[in-house]
């Protein structure tokens, strides 16, 4: 690698750890406007160092046979360089090997009307973006978080790192890796998202696309959610996929495969955050209680014939009465007790939405939550009330009976969520005089 070479990937790394100063981003800027091999070299690696990112957290096992392929790309004279390459790139191969979907960082914009309406916990490489900033053309890499873009063409739609993607015009925007969801309220066929193996032209919509590449080949996965959208490549007819369906497109730019189904299962696109009805902000759509610890006021407990219902029920992610002896996917309380149960998120969140299931026990009819509250804690110790609310009872040990019931409040930051019960419904026979219990709890920013 030439002296010149060098110096240029040693600003390209400056920039990709924000570390370049503004006199060098200017020089890497004018280098990249003058030469067409530097700008593949700097695509090149951008697309290493997104990867390696994923590489974080989805270690490679086959270290030893691509370490040393890597270890020839990193200039002799950065040392620090070098032995973080080494380590980083021991688990990663080449990305995106077929060129036919470079993004040009130097390019003129036309008049853009594109804004960004929302950020979220983002790393962007490159210049700062602010709530309200309309977007430019050159391409930008999102190493985390999440954006979310206003289109003229009446369009919104999250993009969530690690992502690369860049605004074409008003109505177009490509995206070579990372998830994009998009909502389009506009005219059919006046948005499209362009992937490394297609268009996907939006006829009035809600769908989800996420982009993966290997060595040699791509993945463009996409569901759509509501509506319509079009499927467009040089190598087929378009393909119309309507609501409730998905598929994925494997392949590079010479051979295409479209697939409903990855390793035996339907594909699924499901992005993280959605818009906050203010649209002033982005919300995760995770749900923050599955896994975390939960405490109760008491549980139903007979061990010696496997009639133990703890508190790890509420958060399993297991519903409708559901498990066996010793191993029972719901929370009871003992007979007579109206119940609480307390989930820890085990971090602070700005949460506005809680969605319970309710019990019946199964066939013995004789457990159920009634009226209840929800209160929120910071600190474990002083509870805020932020909701009063029925559960319905369960009619019929059927899994088409047992439903979330969904409650929403003022957002307010929580660790700590809980249920107090105030009634429970009846049992059905004498065997028992009733008690509280629940299915499932659910947390949602």
């Given at each position: 690698?030439?002296?010149?070479?060098?110096?240029?990937?040693?600003?390209?790394?400056?920039?990709?750890?924000?570390?370049?100063?503004?006199?060098?981003?200017?020089?890497?800027?004018?280098?990249?406007?003058?030469?067409?091999?530097?700008?593949?070299?700097?695509?090149?690696?951008?697309?290493?160092?997104?990867?390696?990112?994923?590489?974080?957290?989805?270690?490679?096992?086959?270290?030893?046979?691509?370490?040393?392929?890597?270890?020839?790309?990193?200039?002799?004279?950065?040392?620090?360089?070098?032995?973080?390459?080494?380590?980083?790139?021991?688990?990663?191969?080449?990305?995106?090997?077929?060129?036919?979907?470079?993004?040009?960082?130097?390019?003129?914009?036309?008049?853009?009307?594109?804004?960004?309406?929302?950020?979220?916990?983002?790393?962007?490489?490159?210049?700062?973006?602010?709530?309200?900033?309309?977007?430019?053309?050159?391409?930008?890499?999102?190493?985390?978080?999440?954006?979310?873009?206003?289109?003229?063409?009446?369009?919104?739609?999250?993009?969530?790192?690690?992502?690369?993607?860049?605004?074409?015009?008003?109505?177009?925007?490509?995206?070579?890796?990372?998830?994009?969801?998009?909502?389009?309220?506009?005219?059919?066929?006046?948005f499209k998202v362009i992937t490394p193996l297609g268009e996907l032209v939006d006829m009035g919509t809600k769908f989800g696309v996420k982009i993966g590449n290997g060595v040699t080949?791509?993945?463009?996965?996409?569901?759509?959610?509501?509506?319509?959208?079009?499927?467009?490549?040089?190598?087929?007819?378009?393909?119309?996929?309507?609501?409730?369906?998905?598929?994925?497109?494997?392949?590079?730019?010479?051979?295409?495969?479209?697939?409903?189904?990855?390793?035996?299962?339907?594909?699924?696109?499901?992005?993280?955050?959605?818009?906050?009805?203010?649209?002033?902000?982005?919300?995760?759509?995770?749900?923050?209680?599955?896994?975390?610890?939960?405490?109760?006021?008491?549980?139903?407990?007979?061990?010696?014939?496997?009639?133990?219902?703890?508190?790890?029920?509420?958060?399993?992610?297991?519903?409708?009465?559901?498990?066996?002896?010793?191993?029972?996917?719901?929370?009871?309380?003992?007979?007579?007790?109206?119940?609480?149960?307390?989930?820890?998120?085990?971090?602070?969140?700005?949460?506005?939405?809680?969605?319970?299931?309710?019990?019946?026990?199964?066939?013995?009819?004789?457990?159920?939550?009634?009226?209840?509250?929800?209160?929120?804690?910071?600190?474990?110790?002083?509870?805020?009330?932020?909701?009063?609310?029925?559960?319905?009872?369960?009619?019929?040990?059927?899994?088409?009976?047992?439903?979330?019931?969904?409650?929403?409040?003022?957002?307010?930051?929580?660790?700590?969520?809980?249920?107090?019960?105030?009634?429970?419904?009846?049992?059905?026979?004498?065997?028992?005089?009733?008690?509280?219990?629940?299915?499932?709890?659910?947390?949602?920013?």
């Amino acid at each position: 690698m030439s002296k010149q070479s060098s110096h240029f990937e040693n600003l390209v790394w400056k920039y990709l750890d924000e570390e370049i100063s503004e006199s060098e981003f200017a020089e890497l800027e004018k280098l990249l406007e003058k030469n067409a091999d530097y700008r593949d070299l700097y695509q090149h690696l951008v697309e290493v160092h997104l990867s390696l990112s994923n590489h974080a957290k989805y270690p490679d096992r086959n270290t030893k046979t691509i370490a040393p392929v890597f270890a020839q790309r990193t200039s002799p004279t950065q040392g620090v360089r070098k032995e973080r390459s080494l380590t980083w790139f021991a688990g990663i191969a080449a990305m995106m090997c077929f060129g036919l979907f470079i993004f040009s960082l130097v390019k003129k914009d036309p008049e853009l009307e594109v804004v960004y309406i929302a950020i979220r916990d983002a790393d962007i490489r490159g210049p700062s973006i602010e709530v309200g900033d309309r977007a430019n053309t050159q391409m930008t890499l999102l190493m985390s978080g999440a954006v979310a873009l206003q289109f003229p063409s009446n369009t919104k739609t999250i993009i969530e790192g690690p992502a690369f993607y860049q605004i074409q015009d008003n109505g177009s925007i490509k995206v070579s890796s990372g998830t994009i969801t998009v909502d389009h309220q506009g005219d059919p066929g006046t948005f499209k998202v362009i992937t490394p193996l297609g268009e996907l032209v939006d006829m009035g919509t809600k769908f989800g696309v996420k982009i993966g590449n290997g060595v040699t080949d791509s993945m463009v996965m996409a569901e759509v959610y509501e509506g319509e959208v079009v499927y467009k490549s040089e190598m087929r007819s378009p393909v119309s996929v309507t609501e409730g369906n998905a598929f994925a497109i494997l392949g590079n730019s010479q051979a295409k495969d479209m697939v409903s189904e990855i390793d035996g299962e339907s594909v699924r696109v499901s992005g993280l955050f959605n818009l906050a009805d203010d649209e002033g902000h982005l919300k995760r759509n995770e749900n923050l209680a599955l896994g975390k610890p939960a405490t109760v006021s008491s549980y139903y407990n007979n061990p010696k014939i496997g009639s133990v219902f703890g508190p790890d029920g509420l958060t399993d992610n297991r519903f409708a009465d559901s498990g066996s002896p010793w191993d029972w996917a719901f929370w009871l309380a003992n007979d007579g007790d109206t119940g609480i149960a307390t989930i820890d998120l085990l971090d602070s969140y700005d949460i506005s939405r809680v969605e319970i299931q309710n019990t019946r026990n199964r066939q013995y009819f004789n457990r159920g939550m009634k009226d209840f509250v929800i209160e929120t804690s910071i600190d474990g110790e002083d509870f805020l009330q932020v909701k009063k609310g029925t559960l319905d009872q369960i009619e019929w040990h059927d899994l088409s009976y047992y439903k979330f019931e969904s409650f929403e409040f003022e957002s307010t930051p929580a660790r700590y969520v809980r249920i107090r019960g105030l009634s429970y419904y009846p049992a059905y026979n004498d065997n028992h005089m009733g008690g509280a219990g629940l299915n499932e709890v659910r947390v949602f920013e």
